[in-house]
């Protein structure tokens, strides 16, 4: 089974930038998608690209975040500028294979001075 792997995470200063992965296991064909929890919140829609490279992001990061795959090492970034305290969550990766909604374990941003 396909599993996926976050990675990048940790503590940012406001303003500043940060780098996130999330690498599969295996061959990925369908769209692969970003999502973060914040504490006491629902799970946040951020960004999402298929495999042909087409992109969708959510107006709450549109402008700051970039998101990006490379297909040939299976794995999907998130490019993130000009972080706020408010982009504090867990962010998770996501797909479908075989039908399956496949999650990663997350991997924690914290935005603090």
């Known amino acids: 089974q396909v599993q996926l792997v976050e990675s990048g995470g940790g503590l940012v200063q406001p303003g500043g930038s940060m780098r996130l992965s999330c690498a599969a296991s295996?061959?990925?064909?369908?769209?692969m998608n970003w999502h973060r929890q914040a504490p006491g919140k629902h799970r946040e829609y951020v960004a999402g690209?298929?495999?042909?490279?087409?992109?969708n992001v959510a107006d709450s990061v549109k402008g700051r975040f970039t998101i990006s795959r490379d297909n040939a090492k299976n794995t999907m970034y998130l490019q993130m500028n000009s972080l706020k305290p408010e982009d504090t969550a867990s962010y998770s990766c996501?797909?479908?294979?075989?039908?399956?909604?496949?999650w990663g374990q997350g991997t924690q941003v914290t935005v603090s001075s």
């Open positions: 690209i298929s495999r042909d490279g087409t992109t």
């Open positions: 295996g061959r990925i064909f369908s769209i």
């Open positions: 996501s797909t479908s294979v075989g039908g399956l909604l496949i």
